[in-house]
């Protein structure tokens, strides 16, 4: 990766130069038998749309806050990627009330109609499918985001200072999500070409470190995978044999 990345964005822009073609993120939900991989160039493309949403239509501006009510998930991935293009605080699991948007799954719009800004809603269902019906208050993810361009360009750069992050309490700025990432992929002994395969949730920052951003700032990719208790020791070896995972958490 490049020694001058100083936020996540600037990882994933250095991925996608070396390496546009090999895995990024691949996804498995164990509840449901989902398996979605996405290369560096797909994820970016997911990324740089969603980013297109967030500034654009949703009007959303550096410092801005959106509490992410969302599991451990490729689209998960995204949004904070996404967040980080254009400056926004993505908060992990945070409070809606305090937020200037909020973006939630199925199993949160409940709580996530406490916030008073814009409301984006994810079915995570397979292959980013949309809901049957749209929840009442909420934008549809699905419907909203195929339309987006393909590339992206903030309409101010990205202050690599500035916060970024917060998850489990703790903030972070763009600069220390590289740094940590970085620190963390050492302490794992990853590198480029590193397969992590992780079971963690995404509300804590080992999850978040695990799951994505150590193995971007190391040029690795992640098997993320959910409801991981549902696969049975068996199934687990195979996959790490499949998945030619090199380590697992």
């Given amino acids: 990766m490049n020694a001058s990345d100083r936020t996540p964005a600037d990882l994933l822009r250095s991925a996608l130069a070396a390496d546009p073609a090999r895995p990024m993120v691949t996804f498995y939900d164990d509840a449901t038998g989902e398996r979605v991989e996405l290369s560096v160039a797909t994820f970016a493309n997911w990324v740089a749309k969603t980013a297109n949403l967030l500034q654009g239509d949703l009007a959303a501006e550096p410092g801005d806050r959106l509490a992410l009510l969302l599991p451990a998930h490729w689209q998960s991935a995204v949004?904070?990627?996404?967040?980080?293009?254009?400056?926004v605080v993505a908060d992990v699991q945070g409070d809606p009330a305090a937020a200037d948007l909020v973006v939630s799954g199925p199993d949160s719009l409940d709580?996530?109609?406490a916030c008073r800004g814009e409301r984006i809603a994810l079915a995570l269902r397979p292959l980013g499918g949309r809901?049957?019906?749209?929840?009442?208050?909420?934008a549809d993810y699905a419907v909203e985001v195929p339309g987006q361009g393909d590339r992206f360009a903030p309409f101010a750069p990205v202050d690599p200072d500035a916060p970024a992050l917060t998850v489990g309490g703790a903030g972070f700025t763009g600069a220390e999500l590289v740094a940590r990432g970085r620190a963390d992929g050492a302490a794992l002994g990853l590198g480029a070409g590193s397969r992590v395969?992780?079971?963690?949730?995404y509300d804590t920052w080992d999850g978040l470190s695990a799951g994505l951003f150590a193995p971007l700032a190391?040029?690795?990719?992640?098997?993320?995978c959910?409801?991981?208790g549902e696969l049975g020791e068996d199934?687990?070896?195979q996959r790490v044999e499949s998945e030619r995972v090199t380590l697992s958490v």
């Fill in 218 to 224: 190391t040029g690795g990719s992640v098997v993320l």
């Fill in 197 to 201: 395969l992780s079971g963690r949730t």
């Fill in 235 to 237: 199934g687990l070896a």
């Fill in 79 to 87: 949004w904070l990627l996404a967040c980080a293009s254009v400056g």
């Fill in 226 to 228: 959910r409801h991981l």
């Fill in 111 to 113: 709580a996530a109609r």
């Fill in 131 to 138: 809901f049957p019906q749209a929840p009442e208050g909420f």
